[in-house]
């Protein structure tokens, strides 16, 4: 899994998700070569890195006319984009999304995200 390269982020909402904690990203410096506008990171309860992340990455200007950014999700075995959409610098559209992502992919889609903060 090629998890993102945070240097330094601001935490903007915590979460419960089923057996999962979670906390939405914003204001991220990364090592790696992408610029990130949000990152949701789930920890399974009891462990303490992220195994599942949803992240709104900035498209390249050659692919702007297909939304400013794009919804990515990386897990052990996964990492596919997803959708390009200018939505994803609204917190809340992206965090909308990211928690349906994440729980197709989880196989969690009947439980509702807890916001705890």
């Given amino acids: 899994m090629q998890a993102p390269k945070i240097q330094t982020a601001i935490p903007k909402r915590r979460y419960q998700f089923a057996d999962y ?3 939405v990203l914003g204001d991220i410096e990364s090592t790696d070569s992408v ?3 949000y990152i949701l990171a789930l920890v399974r309860e ?3 890195k992220p195994e599942f992340y949803v ?7 050659s692919r702007a006319q297909e939304g400013s ?4 999700v990386i897990a052990p075995n996964l990492d596919e984009e997803l959708e390009s959409s200018d939505r994803w610098t609204d917190l809340d559209a992206f965090c909308e999304q990211a928690f349906q ?3 197709k992919v989880l196989g969690i889609a009947d439980e509702q995200p807890v916001r705890l903060s």
């Fill in 21 to 23: 904690n979670g906390v």
């Fill in 35 to 37: 610029n990130y506008r």
């Fill in 46 to 48: 009891g462990e303490n």
């Fill in 55 to 61: 992240t709104a990455e900035k498209n390249p200007r």
């Fill in 69 to 72: 950014h794009c919804l990515r």
């Fill in 101 to 103: 992502v994440a729980g």
